[in-house]
């Protein structure tokens, strides 16, 4: 059974620095992409970024590119996405999907997700 | 602002049909497959439909999916109460070199 376990829900003061992560199971982690989702409170979806764990290439969306860093520890089967420094606006639910590495990125889908972790900033 | 746009809300009763539109550019849905999600309150998305009109197994045939040019439609038939969910459409956009999303239609079962 595929399943994408992300971490819990984080309290972070703005300026503070911060890593979620994504455990997988179920499949072979380094044949997929995983991406990372931003939902932010009320509001809809918002493609961050991808990595393949296989080869550790990454993509980003240029509105998160230099905001956030995705990298991936095939030996845990995890992936992570961090913050250097997190501000108020970054308060969201973060989603992990997978992405089948037999499609290319243009054509592909995300056919598993997280269950999703909550970053709360507040000062 | 999102790249698709998707209308805010739409409603059906019971058993009717109801489609959910999805609009874009010739750098998004003109150019790739769109796919289709829905979420329930306070739960991840679920995918509904890839490559433009196929359903991943499990998902009912009452769902489908369609693409015309630079746009793209849900349909979903035999509307039933468990359908309220939130739908959110999706493509890769050239431009952006990124997975762009839609805005999520409401759907709502009166």
């Known amino acids: 059974e595929v399943q994408l376990i992300q971490s819990g829900a984080e309290v972070k003061k703005p300026g503070e620095s911060l890593r979620i992560s994504c455990q997988a199971s179920g499949y072979t982690f380094t044949n997929y992409w995983i991406a990372w989702v931003r939902q932010m409170p009320g509001k809809g979806l918002e493609w961050m970024g991808i990595?393949?764990?296989?080869?550790?290439?990454?993509k980003y969306s240029p509105s998160f590119q230099g905001q956030v860093t995705i990298s991936a520890d095939t030996s845990l089967t995890t992936a992570y996405l961090q913050w250097s420094s997190v501000k108020a606006s970054d308060t969201a639910i973060y989603y992990c999907?997978?992405?089948?590495?037999?499609?290319?990125?243009?054509?592909?889908?995300?056919?598993?997700w997280g269950q999703g972790t909550l970053v709360a900033v507040s000062s | 602002q999102s790249v698709l746009t998707q209308p805010p809300s739409a409603s059906g009763t019971p058993g009717q049909r109801v489609t959910i539109s999805c609009s874009g550019s010739?750098?998004?849905?003109?150019?790739?497959?769109v796919t289709w999600y829905q979420q329930f309150p306070g739960t991840a998305p679920k995918l509904l439909i890839f490559?433009?009109?196929q359903r991943p197994s499990g998902v009912p045939d009452r769902f489908s999916g369609s693409k015309s040019g630079t746009s793209a439609s849900l349909a979903i038939s035999g509307l039933q109460s468990g359908d309220e969910a939130d739908y959110y459409c999706?493509?890769?956009?050239?431009?952006?070199?990124?997975?762009?999303f839609g805005g999520g239609t409401k759907l709502t079962a009166l």
């Open positions: 999706a493509a890769w956009d050239v431009s952006l070199n990124a997975w762009v």
């Open positions: 490559s433009n009109n």
């Open positions: 990595i393949f764990p296989g080869d550790s290439k990454t």
């Open positions: 010739s750098s998004n849905i003109g150019s790739n497959a």
């Open positions: 999907a997978r992405h089948p590495g037999n499609y290319k990125l243009w054509s592909g889908f995300f056919d598993f």
